[in-house]
């Protein structure tokens, strides 16, 4: 909920702080927000873009980088705000990098692509957008009212209900007051310029233990592939649709898996958006959840003891499998930490990090 001073609100053990949009922002008057010029090229748009061509709109400024895992934890947040306001609420990605191989803008055309983010992205290689709004953290929003001023920002991960609150008070204010532009919008978006291809970024590949099957986690399609070693195509795990259905190869869906690991007929995936863990029987050719509940990991002091159930034990973003003597452990990218899963106990439990 948005106050009339400033909150803090614990996230990821990140001190997140939000700014009223009614009057005052950290004891200020809402302020011109800063120009985005300084930048080295945009992505999903065929031209610049001057926050004076966005007059009458509510403009959320995302600061973002795509080594980031709480970059990408909010991606779906601001989809949904998209999908709710298409009229009203105009989202840029300002891309300001943490490492060199990220001020590549075909490195965040690539990023975007995979992704699927079909909002405008600022490729902000030498940081002056950054240093201008004096950002020191990833990821971190600003929101602009339709007059042209900073209102609100947040630093790290916001909630849908703080940002859809915030955004419903400004249309609320300039409606009634009839600075508020409705007319649509539409971007040259990246991803309608690209071929189909059998793969869409995929994120890992094993070898079955044959020696005969490669196994790939086609990420982007939301499915695994299943290929002889000269990239004939075997099978096809799961609808291409994202989503976390349970049941045979064609009804079963995925959201952006990554990590596999085989053993015998099984095959295990970690199912990174869903935060989930799958099992793939190839025999009956069907899949199932044996581990995580479907919603991310969001405190850390739930990973502190053992799971015999191990449906109901959160996960964060899980990445990557290693299976050990009937031990399966898991990559955990979203809380930095290991996890084990013990296949014949059937319980999960902390391996190592302690999250920060």
């Not at 079909?118 to 953290?137: C, E, I, Q, S």
């Not at 916001?158 to 508020?180: C, N, Y």
């Amino acid at each position: 909920m948005l106050v009339s001073r400033p909150i803090t609100i614990s996230i990821l053990i990140v001190s997140l702080i939000i700014g009223s949009c009614a009057p005052q922002l950290r004891g200020q008057q809402p302020y011109p927000a800063p120009r985005l010029t300084g930048g080295e090229g945009w992505v999903n748009t065929s031209r610049p873009i001057r926050l004076a061509d966005l007059r009458g709109k509510v403009v959320l400024l995302d600061f973002w980088t795509y080594c980031c895992i709480n970059c990408f934890h909010i991606l779906p947040t601001l989809k949904r705000l998209e999908e709710k306001y298409p009229n009203e609420l105009v989202v840029i990605g300002v891309h300001s990098p943490k490492f060199d191989t990220e001020k590549a803008l075909a490195n965040i055309r690539r990023a975007v692509l995979r992704y699927h983010i079909t909002h405008p992205v600022l490729n902000d290689g030498k940081k002056a957008v950054w240093r201008r709004y004096k950002v020191n953290f990833w990821p971190t929003m600003f929101l602009i009212d339709p007059e042209g001023r900073v209102c609100a920002w947040r630093k790290g991960e916001a909630p849908f209900e703080v940002l859809d609150s915030a955004i419903a008070r400004q249309i609320r204010l300039h409606r009634k007051k009839g600075t508020l532009n409705r007319r649509p919008i539409r971007w040259d978006l990246e991803q309608d310029r690209q071929d189909q291809t059998p793969l869409r970024f995929p994120g890992k590949i094993i070898v079955g233990e044959e020696g005969q099957r490669l196994f790939i986690a086609d990420s982007g399609n939301h499915r695994i592939v299943v290929s002889d070693t000269s990239g004939r195509l075997q099978t096809v795990i799961g609808s291409g649709s994202q989503g976390r259905s349970n049941g045979s190869f064609s009804e079963a869906s995925f959201n952006d898996p990554q990590g596999l690991a085989l053993s015998g007929n099984t095959l295990y995936v970690a199912d990174n958006s869903n935060h989930l863990i799958r099992e793939v029987n190839l025999e009956t050719k069907t899949v199932a959840t044996i581990a995580g509940t479907g919603k991310m990991l969001s405190s850390y002091k739930s990973l502190r003891k053992i799971s015999t159930t191990p449906r109901t034990y959160p996960l964060s973003n899980p990445w990557d499998l290693v299976l050990v003597n009937r031990k399966l452990y898991i990559a955990m990218a979203g809380t930095h930490q290991l996890a084990v899963y013990d296949l014949a106990r059937k319980s999960i439990r902390p391996y190592s990090g302690n999250g920060i």
